[in-house]
């Protein structure tokens, strides 16, 4: 069964530093990672897709990397700011017998830059 | 492109009682899933269509739930007799064919069971 880790639970960060959130998985039989954010009593926004044959993605001030033999995906978020302030979860996209391709998601950390 | 939308986005309702979620997903997506999100967790998968076929169900989706999607189009999620337990935020989330292609996710609808 897959499994997905993120760690920190929570983190405070001073506006303009750069940060990186971890997600742990335990299948590496994978077709892709995706990183959402949520903020509070909404949805989820699509950040980032990584194909399970890709290394990294970037868009603007976000790159995520993702090593399958490892089972470890990074999001990096340069110069942060208090607008990013929100929950951020991985989901892994796990290759099964079905046609499903249902996503299995860790509990998010939760962001807060401080101004 | 519009979104995947949802409705109602807040739900309050008695122990008991029966209760309907629409989803709309965008317009040119033929996969549709529904998560279900409680406080502080990720979301977890419950069922998915492809186009009208309902194809997959976790064992989280009880008898009491039943989703459907007629026409291939919107999707609707009932909880019948509702328990303290349904308290949740049930994601919609729809993709284009192929693989690999993303999950967008609607706002939800939170459901608070008295």
């Known amino acids: 069964k897959q499994e997905v880790t993120q760690i920190p639970a929570a983190l405070s960060v001073p506006e303009g530093e750069n940060l990186v959130l971890n997600c742990s998985f335990t299948?590496?039989?994978?077709?892709?990672l995706q990183w959402f954010r949520q903020d509070p009593g909404k949805g989820l926004t699509s950040l980032l897709l990584?194909?399970?044959?890709?290394r990294e993605q970037t868009s603007g001030r976000l790159n995520a990397s993702l090593d399958k033999s490892s089972g470890r995906s990074t999001l990096y978020i340069a110069a942060s700011q208090p607008g990013d302030s929100a929950t951020y979860l991985c989901?892994?996209?796990?290759?099964?017998?079905?046609?499903?391709?249902?996503?299995?998601f860790g509990s998010g950390t939760q962001l807060t830059v401080l101004p | 492109d519009t979104g995947v939308s949802q409705d109602p986005r807040h739900k309050i309702t008695k122990r008991g009682q029966n209760v309907t979620f629409r989803c709309d997903p965008i317009?040119?997506?033929?996969?549709l899933y529904w998560y279900r999100q409680t406080l502080g967790q990720g979301p977890e998968f419950l069922t998915y269509?492809?186009?009208?076929?309902?194809?997959?169900k976790s064992r989280l989706l009880s008898d009491r739930f039943s989703a459907e999607r007629p026409k291939g189009s919107f999707s609707t999620l009932e909880i019948q007799r509702t328990e303290q337990g349904d308290s949740a935020m049930y994601l919609c989330?729809?993709?284009?064919?192929?693989?690999?292609?993303?999950?967008?996710f609607g706002d939800g609808t939170r459901l608070s069971i008295l």
């Open positions: 989330a729809s993709s284009s064919p192929g693989q690999g292609q993303p999950q967008h």
């Open positions: 269509f492809q186009n009208e076929a309902q194809l997959e």
């Open positions: 990584i194909q399970s044959s890709q």
């Open positions: 299948d590496s039989a994978i077709y892709n």
């Open positions: 317009s040119e997506h033929n996969r």
């Open positions: 989901a892994v996209c796990k290759i099964s017998s079905g046609s499903a391709r249902q996503l299995t």
